[in-house]
């Protein structure tokens, strides 16, 4: 159960990939532009629009009202000129694209929010719950109700998986790559390397200089992490004040070669958090405790190697109650 829940974990995370990557935050993230053409042009040249196979639908303004505009879909375009007896398109080709044209679309601003924007065209009435939605833009544009909605779905996936405020994954998906980087490990001279950091005497930052300060310290440090550690490290917000790193070390000469890797690699994890983000107060600045701990080379147990750095960072913790400043232990599983 545990190895299909990792597994399972670990495709959703690929499939979501980068929280700004993968899906848009706002309709205009989306949008791209769209062809409009007046009211009055004749369907036998609509047609020729949309002969391309990359046009889902045409906006359509009234150039006696600037301010109305209406769309038409393939399926509705489709449907008129099949029409009745499959005589659709030789009774429409001389009319004017009014005819076909649907004046009431949904239409939303750029800036609304995709949440927004996939509600509201999922709301509609079934034979209009999929046609694509206009944006009302500098010029106009569309998106597709099902862009909107496979946007709406990674956002939910991502937020599930990751820290609202630090933008890092949660305790759970820490776990979870670490138990996929032990599997990965098995049988050869490969090393997992988990790294605790604790920020020290958070409680008592939040009290000096108010919580919403210390929410700014937290996404500060994310920030930190996702853009300064060494490639194929991995960071996490694994408590309120405690962060995580996972490693992976292709190769060592011995243990203590071993050791030495993963202590450098604290240090250095340490030392990226040393200064304080741009834009706070450096009095506001933690100080950190800080713990390592390495598998053995070719085996290693996810579980064990967690708990074994919880360990190392409680010692650390337990030799620096002040929080004055910074303590580090390493745990090694050799």
Known sequence: MHADLTL???????????????????????????????????????????????????????????????????????????????????????????ELTDWGPMVVAPDAPVSEGAVRAMQRFDERRYDDVLVADESWRVVSTADLVRSLSTLLAVRSLHDPLTGLPHRSMALH????????????????????????????????YGQAVGDIVLAGIGARLTSGLPPGCRAARTAGDEFAV????????????????????????????????????????PSFHSAAACSIAGSADAEQLFASAQRGLRAAKESSPVGGGLADELRAIL
């Open 246 to 285: 996972v490693a992976t070390l292709p190769d060592a000469a011995s243990d203590e070669h071993a050791a030495g890797l993963v202590d450098g690699l604290r240090r250095d994890v340490v030392a990226l958090l040393s200064e304080p983000q741009s834009g706070i107060d450096p009095r506001a600045w």
């Open 177 to 208: 790559e670490l138990a996929r980087r032990c599997a990965e490990v098995a049988g050869l001279r490969a090393r997992v390397v988990v790294v605790l950091l604790d920020i020290a005497g958070f409680s008592r930052l939040n009290t000096a």
């Open 8 to 98: 399972l974990t670990q495709r959703l995370g690929d499939a979501v990939g980068s929280y700004r990557a993968t899906a848009g935050t706002t309709v205009a993230d989306l949008a791209h532009s769209v062809d409009v053409v007046d009211a009055g042009l004749p369907v036998a040249q609509l047609e020729l629009i949309f002969r391309s196979p990359h046009v889902a639908s045409v906006a359509v303004r009234d150039p006696h009202d600037e301010s109305r505009i209406g769309l038409v879909t393939r399926p509705r375009f489709t449907a008129a000129m099949t029409g009745r007896l499959g005589f659709g398109r030789a009774v429409l080709a001389r009319r004017g694209t009014h």
